[in-house]
Nanobody, 125 residues
Framework: QVQLVESGGGLVQAGGSLRLSCAAS????????MGWFRQAPGKERDFVAT????????YYADFVKGRFTISRGNAKNAVCLQMNSLKLEDTAVYYC??????????????????WGQGTQVTVSS
């Protein structure tokens, strides 16, 4: 059974940083891309970032470019999201997901087959 567990969320002031981690277990994902999505209250779940199976290629939503960095561990079953220069509008539940594909270019929710439970990130003024 696939399990994704996120950690690292919390409360941070605007301009601060947080690092989210996601550990995947139950099967190997070394040949699949992984990604992060977020969902703010009352809004749809949005794509944030993806990283391909090898960890070489990344893709970001425009609203996080230059501020967030996605990376994955050597074992390829873990993914992190370093979030810098956080803004109030970054407040959301952040979800880790495993893609159905090896490429980082697939960013729709339906392109991802396994999801974590989410971790809350709250940015305060």
């Amino acid at each position: 059974q696939v399990q994704l567990v996120e950690s690292g969320g919390g409360l941070v002031q605007a301009g601060g940083s947080l690092r989210l981690s996601c550990a995947a277990s139950g099967r190997t994902f070394s040949n699949l891309a992984m990604g992060w999505f977020r969902q703010a209250p009352g809004k749809e779940r949005d794509f944030v970032a993806t990283i391909n199976w090898s960890g070489v290629t990344t893709y970001y939503a425009d609203f996080v470019k230059g501020r967030f960095t996605i990376s994955r561990g050597n074992a390829k079953n873990a993914v992190c999201l370093q979030m810098n220069s956080l803004k109030l509008e970054d407040t959301a539940v952040y979800y880790c997901a495993v893609s159905k594909y090896g490429s980082a270019w697939y960013t729709r929710i339906t392109d991802f087959g396994s999801w974590g439970q989410g971790t809350q990130v709250t940015v305060s003024s």
